[in-house]
Nanobody
Framework: QVQLIESGGGLVQAGGSLRLSCTAS????????MGWFRQAPGKERMFVSA????????YYADSVKGRFTIFGDNAKNTAYLQMESLKPEDTAVYYC?????????????????WGQGTQVTVSS
């Protein structure tokens, strides 16, 4: 069992930055791929980014490429999502996720574990 706790959401103006954190507990952090999803009001939850357990392989949704960066710190059991040049359309609840196996799996199917979500609001 893996527990995921997100933090770092908030209100920011368009063009600003935020860093989301996701701390994992319960299992060896280094054996899971980590990722982020988001869900805007009235829309389905969508994939944002994922990173392999060794931090080498990364995936991004087209809508965030070049603006968001995912990385992890195995010593702290924490994954991060650095968000730059934020746009109002980035407004959503952001969910941390973890799944055994390859990070690519998160681009195709639902991860095994989810965090509770953190709100990100970007004002215009």
């Amino acid at each position: 069992q893996v527990q995921l706790i997100e933090s770092g959401g908030g209100l920011v103006q368009a063009g600003g930055s935020l860093r989301l954190s996701c701390t994992a507990s319960g299992r060896t952090f280094g054996s899971y791929a980590m990722g982020w999803f988001r869900q805007a009001p009235g829309k389905e939850r969508m994939f944002v980014s994922a990173v392999s357990s060794n931090g080498v392989v990364k995936y991004y949704a087209d809508s965030v490429k070049g603006r968001f960066t995912i990385f992890g710190d195995n010593a702290k059991n924490t994954a991060y999502l650095q968000m730059e040049s934020l746009k109002p359309e980035d407004t959503a609840v952001y969910y941390c996720a973890a799944t055994p196996g390859a990070a690519q799996a998160m681009t195709r199917s639902s991860p095994r574990y989810w965090g509770q979500g953190t709100q990100v609001t970007v004002s215009s």
